[in-house]
């Protein structure tokens, strides 16, 4: 941290300063941050674009920018990872514990209901039978009251009923 300060002091005298740029760049990377390094080895560059050294240090500091990001999606894929596994795990127990209706169909088929009256009060029900639940489905569907009604067009786009 003292050769970031002394550097920063260098700065008030001479902004573009070279060295200190160069210096203070390095002791970013040393101090693992890279994307501070990069902006000075940038200004180093921007002032004199045939300074190797600062090329070379710019370099380094974008790779050590893109080994971070790695380190991170990596960390992140793997959290993302453990907590889809861990979501998918509780919804197959959930699922697991839910009774298999087509275990025994004919028990959906023909429902057969108490009578309220024994215990619990209210209505008497009936038995209900799935024949009859499928007749009267096919009534409803096949019960268009457009089909007793005769449209006559006359040609001219004019329709009477």
Not at 114 to 129: R, S
Request: aromatic fraction near 6%; hydrophobic fraction near 30%.
């Amino acid at each position: 941290m003292a050769v970031i300060e002394n550097c920063n002091k260098v700065f008030e005298f001479d902004p573009k300063n070279e060295k200190a740029l160069y210096r203070r760049g390095q002791a970013y990377l040393g101090i693992q941050e890279p994307e501070k390094a990069k902006s000075d080895f940038e200004e180093i560059i921007r002032n004199d674009p045939s300074n190797k050294a600062a090329q070379n240090s710019l370099n380094v500091a974008i790779s050590d920018i893109r080994k971070h990001t790695q380190r991170v999606k990596s960390i992140y894929q793997n959290m993302f990872d453990k907590f889809a596994r861990a979501d998918q795990e509780k919804e197959d127990a959930i699922l697991r514990a839910q009774p298999d209706v087509l275990e025994k169909p004919g028990e959906w088929g023909k429902d057969k209901k108490k009578n309220k009256g024994e215990g619990e009060g209210g209505d008497n029900e009936e038995e209900v039978d799935s024949s009859d639940i499928d007749s009267e489905t096919e009534l409803a569907q096949n019960n268009d009251p457009l089909d007793n009604v005769s449209i006559i067009n006359d040609g001219m786009g004019n329709k009477t009923h």
